[in-house]
């Protein structure tokens, strides 16, 4: 045995000590050939971590012990054991180097994970108690090291929560070891995860600790020890997480502690960001509780002062203000915005009239950052929020002017309307920053001049000269980044001017053509991905016809391009395919065979194959039998990003290219169901939009017979649509059961709305009781994306919420739309469960957006369910005649569609009803800067009139209806409007004949339009122009601009 340990550890030297790459290799080999094959290698190992002189020999002995201990204990005979435990229990005590320590910490817990459950160990405990309670402070370092380490990997202690929870309220407060305190902090962070709900007393025990754990954070920090602070920052981070409420009782406190030391200019920068890191989990993970607090205001005014602070200059670094700009956007994100935007702009404003101008450059990059959270409730407030900014963008220090630049970026992101209206003050002042001569203020100009193009429509037309002699002559000057933001915004110019951009395509794609040739560093590998994806947009703006001579040549570069081995360039090579495809259609078949086995690549990269260990100083020290959950795993989120515009792309080119993409959609389809549970939010996002998309393209190429509403199935569904729909909706389900993220739920209640409305009820027929009740569980806020984690106060009840939850109920309310318009009276089953919980958004105290929404669900529900809204009619009546007076006009508006579509459909005789709806609804006649709201008018007094003519005093209610003709807006509303118009012609109508030359006007002015009128109505006007041709030939319609729809 001597000479085997002799050779062992010999063996092992060389592995440590050589500088001969082949002899470790051959070394490392023999370890596991010739030593490690047997379970003798437990004892010898177990004497080399006892006797060898070299810590490194120790320590490396102490690792493989580990593992072997996994390999071998089982065989070994039962004195060995014996001898082995009580071995480790004397090494650990005299060890005082802690690596070699810590790692025999972990031999015993691997140990202990296999002993302590069968009770074969009673010794340890013992042990472990007598260490911490030794008046040897390396004991009590001992003691609670390897308690921490048992922690890690198993719940053997389980029945000693309460005796251990006792030990470390006396080892948190060490008199002399800042060691103890600490691993005691790390200790009770792994325990924590072994408490279950029920066990009362041990969460009050560990509750009552936190306080000291934040003391001892402190102490880390006051003694500027980085490394054992920031290993209490990950404890306290950890415990945000658990569902057992053990930070609720502490919830202000550490707020306010944490908000010190993210201030604290004394601590290294390191520690003020980790601060304000859980600063931002707690925003997430305790929001309720903080609005409970009223901590919203008190954390902003904190905030602010430190987001005034310098930055970096390298922009990859996080910062004190960095960090604080990130903490005010999750307050924005997930708080109610009526919470947080007030106390924030009156800090905005302060700070704008500051002469130091990194306060200046605060309020506009917390404008910037706030704006995503915040949309809904800062629209009214935009033409002032506007105004600040352009002053910022005139500022006279570059750095605020860049932040400004930031801050409109953010707004035209969001507002493009409102900011395209705003055109000829914004692009001049963004045209002058673009010949600024700072890089990082020509770089922010060229970002907010691509959000601002996105939305500006036919409005660039004016400036499209001037801006694309700009753009072509930065193109050609500048260099690295600002290039890449330059061909951006080319593409975006190109997206908005759309066939007028053809003026430049020749001197832009020369140049963007040679720029996708690029392939020497990664700042040119970017430049080529970039150009790469304008020109997709650019395709699009000019047609085939333009693009058709370049084709061939543009595709084979890209297709080069995904062969580069840069995840950005596969990337903008997808989104260019997608364009193309989009563009060309039957015609880019041929391409399909070499570009899908490559999305397909992109969608099975494996991003999860980097592994970290829990301690570095413990060299490769993992089980050989470790499961899965034991690793962390560091997540790609570049390979992430590639999936997600993968799925995306995949999903376009089989809507673009139909029939020829068929051989692929099997292999493609269970590529899209695999990401459907991809830890990626934005990879699940995308997938679910691909899947809804084959399902919707398998639809549209049944050549389908019009569905009809109702249960069970009137016009069953194509037999390919069926076999796609018996993969793709359970897996939306599954995925939708399980998803924490309220942006994937919303994505998902969009793209059924889009599928059901085109595909009718046979999508749905199978899984509606499983929709719906997820759908009510968000409306009472018991989905899992809507869940917070351990509050014992439970949630609040109140009328603000965040605009991101306030968007997952507006999805999920159009989601009940859409199944009561293809349900039809069906529905009714359902309407009783969901008509309550969305009419309680309709309350005076509720923001607008979701009174609207309340409003124009009930609309949606009364106008699919055809007469099964009858029994409805007296809950829902008055309730639609009070929105009709609504301050806010998007109600109004909503309201006069749902009480149009409850005349209509109702079997109630509501024609008593008339005179007072009439005198409710004339006012949205009349100054209404809203065209919806006066379009949806129409249609109710078109609805009623037709369901009770009789009820109508027609000569009145005539003038001021044909007055509102032709419709603005709102143009669905056109259905009933000239079904009317059409039956009073039919009827001879008196006042309609008096009135016929208005009549035949609008008709003239609706059918020079495409695309405000349905087929058959705009046949049926046709007819009707006809008839009136032959019936009045005075009219002499065949000499005015309607005479060619006679032939």
């Not at 005796?163 to 103890?180: A, G, H, K, M």
């Not at 409003?855 to 529900?861: A, D, M, Q, V």
Request: aromatic residues 8%.
């Amino acid at each position: 045995m001597d000479q085997y340990v002799d050779s062992l550890q010999q063996t092992m030297q060389q592995v440590l000590f050589s500088n001969d790459n082949n002899l470790i290799k051959e070394a490392t080999k023999a370890l596991n050939t010739q030593y490690f094959t047997d379970a003798n290698c437990v004892p010898a190992l177990v004497h080399i971590v006892e006797v060898s002189p070299q810590k490194e020999i120790r320590q490396l002995a102490a690792v493989e012990l580990r593992k072997q201990v996994g390999n071998w204990w089982s065989k070994l005979d039962d004195d060995t054991r014996i001898a082995v435990k009580a071995q480790l229990l004397n090494i650990i005590v005299k060890e005082q180097d802690p690596y070699p320590r810590h790692s025999t910490a972990r031999v015993i817990a691997t140990i202990g994970r296999v002993e302590i459950p069968i009770n074969t160990w009673p010794e340890l405990i013992t042990f472990l108690f007598q260490c911490c309670s030794s008046a040897t402070a390396g004991h009590r370092e001992v003691g609670v090291y390897v308690i921490y380490a048992i922690f890690e990997v198993t719940d053997a202690f389980s029945d000693n929560l309460g005796q251990l929870l006792e030990l470390f309220s006396r080892t948190i407060v060490d008199p002399e070891s800042q060691v103890v305190r600490t691993t005691t902090v790390q200790a009770l962070g792994k325990m924590a995860d072994f408490i279950e709900d029920d066990q009362k007393n041990e969460i009050a025990m560990f509750t009552d600790l936190v306080p000291q754990m934040v003391h001892v954070l402190k102490q880390c920090l006051d003694n500027n020890d980085e490394e054992s602070a920031a290993k209490c920052f990950d404890v306290f981070d950890t415990l945000l997480l658990l569902e057992i409420p053990v930070l609720s009782k502490h919830v202000q406190s550490l707020i306010e502690f944490f908000l010190s030391v993210g201030a604290n200019k004394s601590y290294e920068s390191i520690m003020r960001v980790q601060g304000l890191s859980f600063l931002m989990w707690a925003i997430v993970y305790k929001k309720t509780k903080i609005q409970r607090l009223k901590l919203v205001g008190p954390m902003i005014q904190a905030l602010m002062p430190i987001a005034a602070e310098e930055e970096p200059e390298d922009t990859d670094e996080d910062s004190p203000a960095r960090l604080a700009f990130k903490v005010i956007n999750t307050l924005g994100t997930n708080l109610p915005p009526q919470q947080v935007f007030p106390i924030a702009s009156e800090g905005i404003l302060t700070y704008m009239q500051n002469p130091d101008p990194l306060y200046r450059k605060a309020a506009m990059v917390t404008l910037a950052v706030l704006i995503e959270g915040s949309v809904d409730y800062i629209r009214p407030k935009f033409n002032d929020l506007l105004r600040i900014v352009c002053t910022g963008l005139q500022d006279p220090q570059p750095a605020v002017r860049r932040a400004a630049c930031m801050a409109l970026s953010s707004l035209a992101e969001e507002f493009d309307q409102e900011i395209a209206e705003n055109h000829a003050t914004l692009l001049p002042l963004v045209f002058n920053l673009m010949n600024e001569p700072t890089l990082e203020i020509t770089k922010q100009a060229c970002n907010a001049l691509d959000a601002i193009l996105e939305g500006l429509g036919d409005s660039i037309l004016q400036y499209l000269p001037e801006l694309m002699q700009k753009l072509l002559h930065m193109l050609d000057n500048a260099q690295g980044e600002t290039r890449a933001i330059v061909v951006a915004a080319i593409g975006s110019a190109a997206h908005a001017s759309g066939e007028a951009f053809t003026h430049y395509f020749t001197e832009v794609i020369k140049r963007l053509r040679h720029l996708m040739t690029l392939r020497s560093n990664e700042d040119e590998l970017m430049l080529r991905a970039v150009s790469t994806d304008a020109l997709g947009a650019i395709a699009e703006a000019v047609g085939k016809e333009a693009f058709r001579p370049y084709l061939n040549d543009l595709m084979n570069l890209a297709m080069e391009g995904l062969n580069l081995d840069n995840s950005r360039l596969r990337e903008c090579g997808y989104y260019f395919f997608a364009g193309i495809a989009q563009v060309f259609e039957d015609e880019f078949s041929p391409y399909l065979g070499a570009i899908v086995p490559q999305l397909i690549r992109s969608c099975q990269l494996d991003e999860n194959n980097t592994r970290v260990e829990n301690e570095t100083e413990d060299l490769d020290d993992v089980d050989a039998d470790e499961t899965e959950e034991d690793l962390n795993y560091v997540f790609k989120s570049a390979i992430a990003d590639e999936k997600e515009v993968a799925a995306d792309t995949i999903g376009e080119l089989f809507q673009h290219t139909r029939s020829a993409f068929l051989p692929y959609v099997e292999s493609t389809v269970k590529e899209l169901v695999e990401l459907s549970a991809h830890m990626a939010d934005g990879v699940r996002k995308a997938s679910c939009a691909a899947l809804f998309n084959f399902l919707r393209t398998f639809y549209k190429m049944s050549n389908p017979e019009e569905w009809r509403a109702g249960l069970p199935v009137a016009v069953p569904l194509n037999n390919n649509v069926v076999q796609l729909n018996s993969l793709v909706l359970p897996a939306i389900l599954n995925m939708w059961t399980d998803e924490d993220e309220k942006m994937v739920v919303v994505q998902i209640c969009q793209e059924m709305v889009e599928t059901v409305r085109l595909c009718g009820p046979g999508i749905v027929a199978e899984k509606i009781d499983a929709i719906a009740e997820h759908l009510n569980l968000i409306f009472e806020k018991k989905a899992y994306c809507q869940q917070e984690l351990a509050d014992d106060e439970g949630l609040l009840d109140e009328d603000e919420q965040a605009e991101f939850d306030a968007l997952l109920i507006s999805a999920a309310s159009d989601l009940v739309g859409a199944l009561a318009a293809v349900l039809g009276s069906s529905f009714i089953p359902y309407a009783k469960v969901f008509i309550p919980h969305i009419a309680k958004y309709y309350k005076k105290s509720k923001p607008s957006t979701e009174r609207s929404m309340s409003i124009g669900c009930l609309g949606e529900i009364a106008n699919g369910m055809g007469n099964g809204i009858t029994e409805f009619s007296e809950q829902l009546f008055p309730l639609f005649v009070k929105s009709l007076s609504d301050e806010e006009e998007e109600v109004r508006s909503n309201a006069a569609f749902a009480i149009g579509a409850l005349c209509q459909n109702t079997t109630v005789d509501m024609s008593s009803q008339y005179p007072g709806l009439l005198t409710a609804l004339y006012p949205l006649f009349q100054g209404q800067s809203l065209p919806n709201v006066t379009d949806n008018a129409c249609g109710a007094v078109a609805r009623m009139i037709m369901k009770h003519p009789d009820a109508v005093p027609l000569d009145q209610v005539l003038p001021v209806f044909v007055q509102a003709l032709p419709l603005k807006c709102d143009f669905e509303e056109n259905e009933p409007v000239y079904k009317l118009l059409f039956s009073l012609i039919r009827s001879q109508n008196a006042w309609v004949g008096n009135h016929m030359a208005r009549l035949l006007a609008i008709f003239t002015e609706v059918l020079s339009k495409e695309d405000e009128l349905k087929p058959h109505t705009r046949q049926e006007m046709i007819e009707t122009i006809k008839g009136l041709n032959q019936q009045f030939p005075a009219l002499n319609i065949a000499a005015s601009p309607l005479g060619h729809y006679l032939s």
